[in-house]
């Protein structure tokens, strides 16, 4: 297993923890997402942006105005993404030599 293997869209630790959250659940509400990450609006919206354009997470909006809710989920591609990114860091971690 090689870093390469790594997913860069992924790797980013806001991004990973996104993911991790949309893996264990069918939707998130932003809001959730942002406390959980401990990130600002601006922040997690910029996260979220770049998980939608990589395919790996859909989005919703109900209501409008500041009624509305934004809700995320883990697509199919972006639950296969998670699952090979994980699999790639625990084979890293798993594989390292031994200094001597």
Not at 25 to 40: H, I, M, N, T
Request: cysteine-free; charged content about 25%; overall charge positive.
């Amino acid at each position: 297993m090689s870093i390469g293997e790594l997913d860069a869209v992924i790797h980013a630790p806001k991004r990973l923890g996104a993911m991790a959250m949309l893996a264990a659940a069918k939707w998130v509400e932003f809001s959730f997402l942002r406390e959980q990450l401990d990130v600002s609006d601006s922040d997690l919206s910029k996260q979220m942006t770049a998980l939608v354009d990589a395919g790996y997470a859909s989005v919703k909006k109900k209501g409008h105005g500041r009624s509305g809710q934004t809700w995320f989920s883990a697509t199919a591609a972006g639950r296969a993404a998670l699952d090979r990114h994980v699999a790639a860091l625990r084979a890293l971690v798993e594989e390292a030599p031994v200094a001597p």
